[in-house]
């Protein structure tokens, strides 16, 4: 197949910036489509990383030593790079997590159990990762909610009608996903987020597949909760960002005690620290967070759009490459898709496709990807999902095609 | 055959292939060949927990030699010829030898290296309740 790509960006300088990439597996040169389990890193962050533990090591704040201003300068300058990012109105909303499962489980316990009570009830979809379902479950056991669903229909799209019939008075939270990390649906999130708000509901987004292709805007969006992880978006592990409005998160309670997060503490009374710092107690990962401006300046240098339709264009490519082979089913026909294609191969099983493409040097995920009842829904055990990034080629998405041609073979 | 002897058979086999693939290949053929279980045998107290794709092990006690039938879901090939290698080693011994072998050909012919590590921690719930059941009827 001839792939001519319209992008202006050059991909090869790109590729060159990934040191992972040039490498090896068994025998053959890697080709990367696990992005949406994690991104690889581009030079400049793992820059960062070993710049700050070779020059700037210190806890942050209230230091007063040079090493430790310097630490605490570039920690909330990464605050500061996401507030942009996100467009966010003030630095202060930016709280610093472990990752989007880190947020959502900030969220369900302290707005949550503060603010919810018997019969009250949250709403969340099909397509949710087990971390936007489980923490609401957890939410709902405690305090005796309701938990109620959002449908989908067979191309992976909500059903906005039936969320419409859904939401009542007692809707206290609507927690959904901006793309669904198992078939790559982007969800039409302002229109959720505006129908909540007007039955007086506050709105999460789950943005953890979001962040690496869409352009984010949380004062556009209104959502109430913006949650995403660094790690998806080039940035090291470990490292998230729970975005809140000032005045929700100034009236939840913190989520953990300890250091960092207090005013003043007695034996007889502790008082809170203001955000962002209430909601991150303890030693912080100093490293991680100030990588992550380099990531977010990586994705910058490029351009969020560049991106997103460079991506778009291995998307297109890879749906038609692989509606070509027999027998192959793409799970997720969703009109608005990310760089994301999960599907079956017939008689054959999901698990022995990633060994055999793995033998070729091809990483994919596969199983039911954190969304067990996503795929009882579809009615499939689980699928093979490949996902792509900025650093992939057309080239790499025929090395795919000719893997599953092999995968077929050896099975026949 | 001892236990041992069909060991070293397999990883007599498996030195026919130098590439990862040819040997999955011949994993799959193996799996290909494994006689499936009756239904009734396909019950939630022969589920092996830790795969990915459903298998199921039944163990009997026929003249005090443990025997092992085992099956894996009809697509699931390269779990199907595993499961094929592990009876071919394990069944119909004396449970003393079971629950005492050393099953040294995992590593020599790389299965280690040709199966996901999800796959072998399946791989091993499956040799822990063969060696349970020849401890409990050693």
Redesign the interface.
Known sequence: MQAITQTPLDIQKIRADFPVLDQLVNGRPLVYFDNAATTQKPRTVLDALTRYYEHDNANIHRGIHALAERATANFEATRRAIQTFMNAREAEEIIFTYGTTDGINLVAKTYGQTYLGPGDEIIISTLEHHSNIVPWQMLCEARGCVLKVIPINDEGELLMDEYEKLLTERTKIVSVVHVSNALGTINPIKTIIDKAHGVGAVVLIDGAQATSHIDIDVQALDCDFYVFSAHKLFGPTGMGVLYGKRAILEAMPPFRGGGEMIKEVTFEKTTYNDIPYKFEAGTPNIADVIAVKNAIEYVDSLGKENIAAYEHELLSYATDALRSIDGLRIIGNAKEKVSVISFVLDGIHHEDTGVILDQQGIAVRTGHHCTQPLMRRLGIAGTTRASFSVYNTTDEIDKLVKGLHRVKAMMA | MTINEKQDEIIEEFDLFDD??DK??YI?DLGKKLPPLPDSLHVPENLIPGC??KVWLNSELNNDLVHFEADA?P?????RGLVSLLIRVLSDQKPDDVATADLYFIDRIGLSN???S??AGGMASMIQRMKSFAMANA
């Open positions: 990862q693939l999955t290949q799959i990915q794709s879901e697509t699931a090939q390269i779990s040709l199966v996901t999800r796959r």
